[in-house]
């Protein structure tokens, strides 16, 4: 009996994993034509300032619109993209893209930073540092506008190669910022060595700060630690006024959250900005 129950636990086991993969070969089928379809888009999520209850950035953040499927996100191909070393050339039609659009709003006066994600197979990549160089370049960005995120995971692969190239964004005058920031391991030493401008506040910590008093001791401390470091702070995943409120007392610089919006596509970003332009301090 033992034997036919454990038979048939792997068969299921081996059903699953025979379905993840074939979803996941059909992924990365449709992934080769994605791009030359142009069946990306960037959507953008306003990011605001607590102390100016004004907003001052966007993330980036990349959808797809699938031909049968509908609207895709990241976490639905991202890790495939990787996986397959697509990653290489949807990371830079996102910089590009990114790019463009922060040009666009330059242009127009929309004075908000742009935060875009970048995986580790692209930070890592030789080429990353000459391609953020030429966008900068080519459309005349205000380099401290552009803010690269790297998920504290990653960026600790490779601690050598990461501070060197740490130091040429920042010689370059591109913002660096530390995605998900408490979810990996990070050393202080590392926070100390590395020039980075900017951490993120996983949104795990923020989702529980009303029942767990362990996430606001965490949340106070990464707030002070980031304050000593003279590092700028976003708290991600905001979704209720008590967590907002929390985080202004403390003077957390910025949040970001369903509280504000979800990512938008540029049009209705650019007409929420409008809509919120100046919110007077109360
Ligand atoms: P992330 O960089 O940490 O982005 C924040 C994610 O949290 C986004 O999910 C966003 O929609 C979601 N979010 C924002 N506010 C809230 C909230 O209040 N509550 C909840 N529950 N969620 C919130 P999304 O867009 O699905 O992206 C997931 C991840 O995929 C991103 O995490 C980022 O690591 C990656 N990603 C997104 N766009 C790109 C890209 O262009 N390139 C690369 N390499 N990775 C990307
Ligand atoms: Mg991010
Ligand atoms: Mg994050
Ligand atoms: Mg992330």
Known sequence: ???????????????????????????ERDLQAALKNREFELYYQPLKDLGRQAYIGAEALIRWHHPKKGVLYPGAFIDIAEQTGMIASIGEWVLEAACRQLNLWQHHNINISMHVNVSARQFFSTQLYDQV??????????????????????LMEDVVYATHLCKELAELGVGLAIDDFGTGYSSMRYLKQFPISKLKIDRSFISDLNVSRESREIVSAIIAMAKALNLSLTAEGVETAEQES?????????????????????????????????????
């Open 133 to 154: 160089w030429q966008l900068v370049t080519r459309y005349r960005i205000r380099p401290n506008t552009l803010i690269l995120e790297i998920t504290e995971t990653e």
């Open 1 to 27: 009996y033992a034997k036919k129950k454990q038979g048939s636990a792997i068969q299921i086991f081996n059903h699953a994993l025979l379905n993840t993969f074939k979803e996941d070969a059909l992924i």
């Open 246 to 282: 929390f985080l202004s007392a403390l003077s957390c610089h910025q949040a970001q959250g369903f509280l504000y919006s979800p990512a938008l596509r540029e049009a209705e970003f650019s007409q929420f900005l409008r809509a919120n332009a100046e919110t007077p301090l109360h």
